[in-house]
């Protein structure tokens, strides 16, 4: 099971932190983040391998965000900053089906968080 946390209402250029605890073991699995705005479908953000040294990130998020995870705490973390109103969505945690960190798409993930919503105001 994963529990994501860390949403809010930030204004444009803002940063937040997002957090996802799994209550089972993560290591030997990828993790990665997911997003979905109104009315829209859901869209990769970013993924991290098992051992935590690799990472891939979606474009639209390059050079802003920052997935990381603690194989100690079963956690993974979302460090998101210069936010854009268009980052504004429900952010939705998962647990990779296999080690690789290159994997964006939500078929590749095994389970999923229950979802926190960041707003961002213009």
């Known amino acids: 099971q994963l529990q994501a946390s860390g949403g809010g209402f930030v204004q444009a250029g803002g940063s937040l932190r997002l957090s996802c605890a799994a209550s089972g073991r993560t290591f030997g699995h990828a993790m990665g983040w997911f997003r979905q705005a109104p009315e829209k479908e859901r869209e990769f953000v970013a993924s991290i391998g098992w051992s935590g040294y690799l990472t891939y990130y979606a474009h639209s998020v390059k050079g802003r965000f920052t997935i990381s995870r603690d194989n100690a705490k079963n956690t993974v973390y979302l460090q998101m900053n210069s936010l854009k109103p268009e980052d504004t969505a429900v952010y939705y945690c998962?647990?990779?089906?296999?080690?690789?960190?290159?994997?964006?798409?939500?078929?590749?993930?095994?389970?999923w968080g229950q979802g926190t919503l960041v707003t961002v105001s213009s």
């Open positions: 998962a647990l990779g089906a296999g080690g690789g960190a290159e994997r964006s798409s939500p078929y590749e993930y095994d389970s």
